[in-house]
């Protein structure tokens, strides 16, 4: 099973900031979106933000304007900046990426690919 690979979580006080990393290993070509979400201790997973390969972007209301997602398409790596960080924005945070892969003349597959979650954790 490919996974991607994530860093930067940690533990931090309100109104800080993290830079979140994931990198999907090359062998994975064609990737179209990449994205993160998270899961809060008994809540379910959320997305967070999602960027295409053409850079255009989506955000949860929650984190618009303090959150953004960038991405590098030759390295395969998607960023997720924090700021301005809440309490409720600890969680398991989730990289994701997927990729459409044309399986016939009419048919395609949607391949899905996560890590395995990095802690952010929002305290004073």
């Known amino acids: 099973q490919v996974q991607l690979v994530e860093s930067g979580g940690g533990l931090v006080q309100p109104g800080g900031s993290l830079r979140l990393s994931c990198a999907a290993p090359?062998?994975?070509?064609?990737?179209?979106?990449m994205g993160w979400y998270r899961q809060a201790p008994g809540k379910q997973r959320e997305l967070v933000a999602t960027?295409?390969?053409?850079?255009?972007?989506n955000y949860a209301d929650s984190v618009k304007g303090r959150f953004t997602i960038s991405r590098d398409n030759a390295k395969n790596t998607v960023y997720l900046q924090m700021n301005s960080l809440k309490p409720e924005d600890t969680a398991v945070y989730y990289c994701?990426?997927?990729?459409?892969?044309?399986?016939?003349?009419?048919?395609?597959?949607?391949?899905?690919?996560w890590g395995q979650g990095t802690q952010v954790t929002v305290s004073s």
């Open positions: 090359v062998s994975i070509f064609g990737i179209n979106a």
């Open positions: 994701n990426a997927n990729r459409i892969v044309r399986t016939s003349a009419t048919q395609y597959r949607s391949d899905d690919y």
């Open positions: 960027i295409t390969s053409g850079g255009s972007t």
